[in-house]
């Protein structure tokens, strides 16, 4: 079993739509960070959390120690929200990020 | 700040040849990491060190080596190229390697081994 298991692994969603995508994870962790990937461009931290929640314009991080989950969030969902999401917790005892295999988000107009 | 910087964005070579893919930063980070990252796979751990001079293996080190001079420089090298290192590589940065630090990744280098 992965340490770290995303769903989905792909959604495609309307214009406008909310979004939800979960990650659980089964370490002990430090920090979690929400990555964004466009189609063939580099990677973007748009998140770190360690407790609560966290929003950033349309986007919204949560997360939850005790269950060990983390879920990201985007309202009124837009063609540029189309990228591959990944879920990083940082080990609390190696400091090393592990990495769920990603949510690959398409929006349509 | 330029932040994490690597070069070159693409490369092609030739099963045996040797290449070194540069890595920099300029934010005084002592945590740096090489990834790698294959469709299906995910994002892998290849070598990572906690400051200069300290270098350790990560999940798949194999066929790759590195060394840390420098606080600001990691270069990674593929000492004899093999179509399965034919990959996008990703070099990051933090602050430590514990705690509460935000991550930064460079553009990553796109590596075909023929």
């Known amino acids: 079993k992965n340490e770290v298991e995303q769903s989905p692994q792909n959604l495609t969603a309307q214009e406008g739509e909310f979004i939800t995508i979960n990650c659980s994870y089964s370490v002990g962790i430090s920090a979690l960070h929400w990555l964004q990937q466009h189609p063939g461009g580099g990677i973007v931290s748009l998140f770190m959390l360690s407790s609560g929640k966290k929003k950033h314009g349309r986007l919204i991080a949560t997360i939850n120690i005790q269950e060990k989950h983390s879920s990201l969030h985007i309202t009124a969902s837009h063609p540029r929200d189309s990228a591959v999401y990944i879920c990083?917790?940082?080990?609390?005892?190696?400091?090393?990020?592990?990495f769920g295999q990603g949510t690959t988000l398409q929006v349509k107009p | 700040n330029a932040g994490v910087t690597q070069t070159p964005k693409f490369q092609v070579l030739k099963t045996g040849q040797s290449m070194t893919l540069q890595c920099a930063q300029d934010m005084n980070h002592e945590y740096m990491s090489w990834y790698r990252q294959d469709p299906g796979m995910g994002l892998r751990l290849i070598h990572y060190?906690?400051?200069?001079?300290?270098?350790d293996q990560g999940e798949v080190p194999n066929g790759y080596n590195v060394s840390r001079s420098t606080t600001e420089d990691f270069p990674l090298r593929l000492l004899s190229a093999a179509p399965s290192q034919t990959s996008v590589y990703f070099c990051?940065?933090?602050?430590?390697?514990?705690?509460?630090?935000?991550?930064?990744f460079g553009p990553g280098t796109r590596l075909t081994v023929l």
């Open positions: 990051a940065s933090s602050l430590t390697g514990t705690g509460y630090n935000e991550q930064f």
């Open positions: 990083a917790p940082r080990l609390s005892n190696t400091g090393k990020l592990i």
């Open positions: 060190s906690v400051g200069a001079g300290i270098t």
